[in-house]
Each structure stands twice: as C-alpha cells, then as structure tokens.
C-alpha cells in the first residue's frame, strides 16, 4: 500500500479535480502507461525507437486529454503533478493508495 501525507493527499485530491472530464481521464490513462513504459523499453539500444514513439505517442494523449478539459496540464504548475500523475494512474488501476483524510 502506498500512505500519502496530507501534502500528498492533497495534491493527489487537486488532480482528480483538474482531470473531471472523462475523455481526459481516458487520454491519461493511455498516455501515462505509454509514457512509463518508454523508459525500461528505451534502456535497452534496439529499444530505443519503441520509447520514443511510446514516449512522444503517450504525451500525445495527454495533451490531448488537456483540450477536452480546457486546462493546462496540472504539472505546468508545479512538477510534482508528474508523480501525481503516476499515482492518480496506479490508483484508477486498483493500487490500494491510502490518502490522508487531513
């Protein structure tokens, strides 16, 4: 299980409502798995053509996801917001994620 403190929690809680729109949460959840997995995927030499599209793909989805919402990507304002990302991902996929109610 992964604890977040209230700082955490509170980020996690902004990102869920920056991302209300279910077509960006669709696009993200596309995007950032495409995005994670271009970085073991481009550790390797002959990999690395299928992480950069994975990578350049992935992000293409969420900035599409960004003009069904009508924001900026929530890490625009505070870089964090890409390992919320993450979390908000492993979180839509059944991760137990505990957050502080604070």
């Not at 350049?56 to 996801?65: A, E, I, K």
């Not at 304002?77 to 492993?90: E, F, H, P, Y």
């Amino acid at each position: 299980m992964i604890k977040l403190n209230s700082e955490w929690s509170k980020l996690l809680q902004d990102y869920k409502q920056e991302h209300a729109d279910p077509r960006n949460q669709l696009c993200h959840s596309i995007g950032i798995p495409m995005i994670l997995s271009s970085f073991p995927v481009g550790a390797t030499l002959v990999g690395l053509p299928l992480a950069a599209g994975l990578f350049t793909v992935g992000w293409g989805f969420q900035f599409l996801g960004h003009r069904f919402e009508g924001n900026n990507p929530a890490f625009f304002g505070d870089r964090r917001n890409l390992a919320v990302g993450v979390l908000w991902w492993l979180q839509k996929v059944g991760a137990p994620i505990h957050t502080d109610a604070a």
